[in-house]
């Protein structure tokens, strides 16, 4: 809890925290505040969740007199990154509600954009923060302390309205449905068409696809978000005007550097892939390997269509070809060698093993092949196209 957090603004504990920016929190702490009066702890959080912000929002970060929400809250935010990607999925217009503020980051960004913003925040300590933090970085929002199930039943009319419904509940993580989120955005369906034409969803990056569009019931769009190659973010756009039809439903999955600049995109409709022929073939000279975001897309025939490579097996979620397509949405390696499954064919004593449509684990395979993790290479053990359990050797 944040209670105490205008202290932070008090030019010396400032001075302080940003003496101290890279400090071992840990040590900090044994050596105790330099004067008894400090709210040392809230001092010390701040420094960690600095340190986090640093790859995370460094225009925050560098924002004086900007105070950062405690850790466990600045976890769930956006990256600058995702926030700045978000902005072309919103669009501008007149009015911008967030109905889980948070850390504010989004909507920070956001404001750049529409001439009034609204934040809820159910947290009234949190809510006085992030009006402090508003004044500074956007002077056209408000927040409201409120919570979003009793704010949309009189809730004024909106362009868009975002939402990022809370994945952890007193300490406990791990909710991943809507329903099991807080608030529960299934619930809040029955109110926001009348207040708004365009919804976007924020969910849990292990959260399944296909489901969510069936439970959102409005999904025009879905876009899979990755920065620093993990994907970060599933977001739903949602079209009050039409009803979902699953098989219009666009995916979009995208890579993005520390400014929210699109590095690669792969873009393709549900019926297009339910539809799309995909030749399979035994490994070439290259080996294709999707990254996460583009994993979790689906669409693996179209993928194979749009970049002119081969499945190694109908259900192996890996590519081959004679050639090297630098613009493919991940990892391109040439292939050194392809092994039996057996210890004693295997030189290899090093590497990064990845298994796909294999029956084991990478621990189990690991101990099987007497293999440590690290080293230049990179092994997949997978099925291929005739059937057969092989390893594939590259070069990282």
Known sequence: CLMGWSDLLKPEIQDFIKTHHESDVRQLALKGAPDASWPYALILDQIKVRQKAKSKALNLCETDGFIFPETGLFEQASSQACAYYKTQIFESGARFIDLTAGAGVDSFAAA???????????????????????????????????????????????????????????????????????????????????????????????????????????????????????????????????????????????????????QKEFTYVLSDEKNANVECAMPQKYIYEPDPAFQKAGGFKMMAQQYGVKKLHLNTHLYTAEFCNKDFPGRVLEINDILPVQKKSLKVKKADLRVRNFPSTVEALRKKLALRDGGEHRIYATTLNDGSKKLIICDK
């Not at 868009?160 to 007193?170: L, T």
């Not at 978000?225 to 995916?251: G, M, N, S």
């Open 112 to 262: 750049q954009h529409f001439d009034d913003v609204i934040l809820i925040e159910r947290d009234e300590n949190n809510a006085e923060l992030l009006a402090h933090n508003a004044s500074i970085v956007a002077k056209n929002a408000r927040v409201l302390h409120a919570d979003a199930n009793d704010y949309v039943l009189d809730m004024p009319q909106a362009d868009v309205v975002f939402i990022d419904p809370q994945r952890r509940e007193k300490g406990h993580k791990g909710f991943f449905a809507f329903e099991d989120c807080s608030p529960n955005v299934i619930d809040l369906l029955e109110h926001l068409p009348s207040k708004t034409k365009k919804l976007v969803v924020k969910a849990s990056p292990l959260l399944d696809v296909e489901q969510g569009i069936l439970n959102l019931m409005y999904v025009s769009q879905v876009h899979l978000v990755q920065w620093q190659r993990e994907c970060k973010e599933v977001l739903f756009v949602l079209d009050f005007e039409r009803k979902t039809e699953p098989d219009k439903v666009q995916i979009i999955a995208v890579d993005l550097d520390d400014d929210g600049n699109i």
